[in-house]
């Protein structure tokens, strides 16, 4: 079986292992008694992310002194790793709320910021939610159509956001919208909007295919009037600052690829071992333990790749090119082995009797999300081709 234990680690700390074990008995008990159940009605486990706040997940990369738990990136890795392979549709709600919204409010908030809205984010008490994608601005982020104009001491939000994580069910959500011309990249600022302020609703919750019991939505802003104290950061400066949190939010999603990638590892190896033909365990047959020892290879050198990325992230250095790549490969890789456990299983891979098949639909959002395989790549080759 593939585990942190077995992973080529510096140094598993005593936090890591303690984050691990947590982690590992939470999804034990609190999620895999309902994955499928989740899973086919799309539903989000509110009271499960708000037991998983009492554990110090929801604010684990946050200073105590605001109600977090204080850890780094590999403990958090650690978290989403875990999770995720039981069921990455709560790695990533988990990931979500802590490297973008809440990370984002730490990053940039001021000192009142912080205390006014992080320790109930920390504590589970409040979600929170990440606004930047819109329906014709993906990956052109710039373009972005949702306005902010300033008026007195406000500022009235119009548009409509897509593809957010915790679009209904946010609390707290960070909003960039555009205050100056299209394609200005200081022409963006970063807002706080609270669920109940007039003007901001839910809109069309996606039917998608994987990762369905993390909510996926719109976000819609109508003369939505907010003050500026909920403003984050300088007026100009949330493009740049976003650019920065979805640097560390790519590690995020190298940890839940890994989960997936692990999980499907461990389900395929499993069944490998069980499933008779011609009178002996199919692992036995050099087809499929070739796979095997391709896979495992495959996750050993996506976990350097994301450990590497999480210690430059600990010690404050830029990950700009690191966590594109640890992204790049990582979510790359559990694409592939996804596929491969549902190969393994044959037949039984394409039911929902066995876990590959959730993992295999599960699996595609990681070369998607938080820039898609491509983007990363650009964002690799222009960082190795600076002056």
Request: proline content about 3%; some cysteine; overall charge negative.
């Amino acid at each position: 079986m593939i585990d942190i234990e077995l992973s080529p680690s510096i140094n598993v700390s005593e936090t890591q292992q303690m984050v691990l074990e947590a982690a590992r008995d939470f999804a034990r008990q609190e999620i895999k008694p309902h994955i499928m159940e989740w899973d086919e009605a799309q539903f989000l486990p509110l009271d499960v992310l708000k037991k998983a706040g009492t554990l110090g997940f929801m604010g684990i990369l946050i200073p105590e002194s605001y109600g977090g738990s204080g850890m780094g990136y590999h403990e958090y890795v650690t978290l989403i790793e875990t999770i995720s392979m039981v069921d990455p549709s709560i790695g990533l709600s988990i990931a979500a709320h802590n490297s973008l919204c809440t990370n984002h409010i730490y990053t940039f908030g001021t000192e009142q910021q912080r205390l006014r809205w992080l320790p109930q984010l920390c504590s589970g008490e409040t979600l929170g939610a990440w606004g930047l994608t819109e329906h014709n601005t993906g990956s052109d982020a710039k373009g972005m159509s949702t306005t902010a104009k300033k008026e007195g001491d406000s500022w009235v939000l119009n548009g409509t956001k897509n593809f957010i994580t915790h679009g209904i069910s946010g609390d707290i959500a960070v909003v960039i919208a555009r205050n100056g011309e299209k394609g200005d990249n200081r022409g963006m600022t970063a807002f706080v909007v609270e669920r109940g302020t007039p003007g901001f609703t839910a809109g069309k919750k996606e039917n998608k295919l994987g990762m369905r019991a993390s909510e996926t939505a719109e976000m819609i802003f109508d003369n939505c009037r907010i003050p500026d104290e909920n403003r984050l950061g300088p007026v100009g400066d949330g493009f740049i600052q976003s650019m920065k949190i979805l640097d560390g939010g790519r590690i995020s999603i190298a940890a839940l690829s890994l989960g997936v990638a692990k999980g499907a590892f461990n389900a395929a190896l499993q069944y490998s071992k069980e499933r008779k033909q011609f009178g002996k365990a199919i692992s036995s047959f050099q087809g499929i333990s070739f796979k095997l020892a391709e896979m495992a290879t495959e996750i050993e050198a996506a976990v350097l790749l994301t450990q590497k990325a999480s210690e430059m992230k600990n010690k404050g250095l830029n990950v700009t090119q690191q966590g594109a790549m640890a992204k790049l490969f990582a979510s790359e890789v559990c694409v592939r082995l996804a596929n491969e456990a549902v190969q393994i299983h044959g037949g039984y891979g394409f039911t929902k009797d066995f876990p590959v098949e959730k993992f295999y639909r599960d699996a595609k959002l990681c070369t998607i999300g938080e820039g898609t395989s491509e983007i990363q790549k650009l964002v690799i080759a222009r960082q190795l081709l600076k002056d």
